[in-house]
């Protein structure tokens, strides 16, 4: 399995698509029902299906099928690390759009002025902007919250 393993998973799993998202794993979320199609785009792009659909097996699909069985997010989430074995490094989280599974790029403080609460503006200092939807991310209560969650769950 490659270093950074890329997903897509089925519609059902959009909650564990941002956690690992936010883990830094680039994760598309195919919009409608597990099946042929979801197969055929994670073959085009090299991507390892996360679904809980048993019957979605194919014989012409050469690439991985992952079937979770859980229905808790925190533990699909464990079960993906588990069994890809995902490596979480602290400097590779909050990288990307949890919406827009693109990576964030970094702004200049004095460009995000005008569009961050001023709280915001005068207490951090870095700043990311995805550049899909122009969204402005810093480090906050968000990233805290997210934190806490993977340690309640022993996954950081
Ligand atoms: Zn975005």
Request: hydrophobic share 40%; glycine share 6%; with cysteine.
């Amino acid at each position: 399995m490659s270093d950074c393993p890329k997903f897509v998973t089925d519609a059902t799993l959009g909650k564990l698509a941002k956690w690992l998202r936010l883990l830094g794993y680039d994760t598309r979320v195919f919009p409608r029902e597990a099946g042929r199609e979801l197969l055929r785009l994670a073959q085009a792009e090299g991507r390892i299906v996360l679904t809980k659909r048993a019957d979605i097996r194919e014989r012409q699909f050469a690439g991985i099928v992952l079937l979770l069985k859980q229905n808790d997010v925190a533990l699909q989430l464990k079960e993906v690390i588990e069994k890809c074995s995902l490596k979480i490094e602290k400097n590779k989280m909050f990288g990307m759009c949890l919406k827009c599974n693109c990576a964030l790029e970094p702004v200049e403080a004095t460009e995000v002025r005008e569009l961050v609460p001023i709280y915001v503006f005068e207490h951090c200092q870095a700043f990311n902007r995805c550049p899909v939807c122009r969204g402005i991310f810093w480090e906050g209560t968000h990233q805290r919250n997210s934190l806490q969650f993977l340690q309640k769950h022993g996954i950081i």
